[in-house]
Antibody, heavy 118, light 107 residues
C-alpha cells in the first residue's frame, strides 16, 4: 500500500531554515509527482509546489518563490522540502502528497509540524 | 491563479440529513481537475472525489460530486456520524489551489 512517511516535528528560530523529508513506499517512486501543502493552525490548505521525482524538475507557488527548494533522492525514494528565512507565519503542518496524473493529490503524508518561535 | 470560494462556511446538520456543499471558481475549471477532500481534526486530508464526480477508492456512494465551469457541488446524501468534518475543494490548472473549506458539524 502507498505510504508517505514524513520526518518529525521541528522548532526553529526566525530567520532559520527547515528541511522536511517524505519517504515514499508502496509504488514506483518516479512514476508520480509529489506536492507539498501546508496548513497553519486552524486555517485551510495552502499549496507550496510540486516536484517530479523522475527528473527533479519543480514548480513553486509564486508566494514561495525564492524561499522554497524541493529536491529528491531516488536511491531512498525520498523527497525534501526546504523553506528558508522562516518567520512566525510559517508555523504550520507541512504535508507531502502524491500526485495522480497531474490532477492533484491522492495519498497524503501524516504531516510535519514546524514551529517558528524566538 | 484560480480562486475557489466554498459555501457555506459551516453547515449544522443532524445524522441522516443531506449535506450540500458549494465550490465556486473565479474562472472556468476543467472537470478533470476538480477534487474534494475530507479532513478530520488532527488528520491529513483524504481524497473523496476526483474528476468532479468520480469517487476515490473505498468512498461510499452517499458521497457524490457534480458541476461544471465555475460551479461545483459535493453532496452527502445521508450524513453518518463519521462524516462530520471539514471539506475542501481543489483545482489544478496552471497551479493548484484549494477552497477555504466547509465545516459540517453536528446540530
Amino acid at each position: 500500500q502507498v505510504q508517505l512517511v514524513q520526518s518529525g516535528a521541528e522548532v526553529k528560530k526566525p530567520g532559520a531554515s527547515v528541511k522536511v523529508s517524505c519517504k515514499a513506499s508502496g509504488y514506483t517512486f518516479t512514476s508520480n509527482y509529489m506536492h507539498w501543502v501546508r496548513q497553519a493552525p486552524g486555517q485551510g490548505l495552502e499549496w507550496m509546489g510540486i516536484i517530479n521525482p523522475s527528473g527533479g524538475s519543480t514548480t513553486y507557488a509564486q508566494k514561495f518563490q525564492g524561499r522554497v527548494t524541493m529536491t529528491r533522492d531516488t536511491s531512498t525514494s525520498t523527497v525534501y522540502m526546504e523553506l528558508s528565512s522562516l518567520r512566525s507565519e510559517d508555523t504550520a503542518v507541512y504535508y507531502c502528497a502524491r500526485d495522480v496524473n497531474l490532477r492533484g493529490p491522492d495519498y497524503w503524508g501524516h504531516g510535519t509540524l514546524v514551529t517558528v518561535s524566538a | 491563479e484560480i480562486v475557489l470560494t466554498q459555501s457555506p462556511g459551516t453547515l449544522s446538520l443532524s445524522p441522516g440529513e443531506r449535506a450540500t456543499l458549494s465550490c465556486r471558481a473565479s474562472q472556468s475549471v476543467s472537470i478533470n481537475y476538480l477534487a474534494w477532500y475530507q479532513q478530520k481534526p488532527g488528520q491529513a486530508p483524504s481524497l473523496l472525489i476526483y474528476n468532479t464526480f468520480r469517487r476515490a477508492t473505498g468512498i461510499p456512494d452517499r458521497f457524490s460530486g457534480s458541476g461544471s465551469g465555475t460551479d461545483f457541488t459535493l453532496t452527502i446524501s445521508r450524513l453518518e456520524p463519521e462524516d462530520f468534518a471539514v471539506y475542501y475543494c481543489q483545482q489544478y490548472g496552471s497551479s493548484l489551489t484549494f477552497g477555504g473549506g466547509s465545516k459540517v458539524e453536528i446540530k
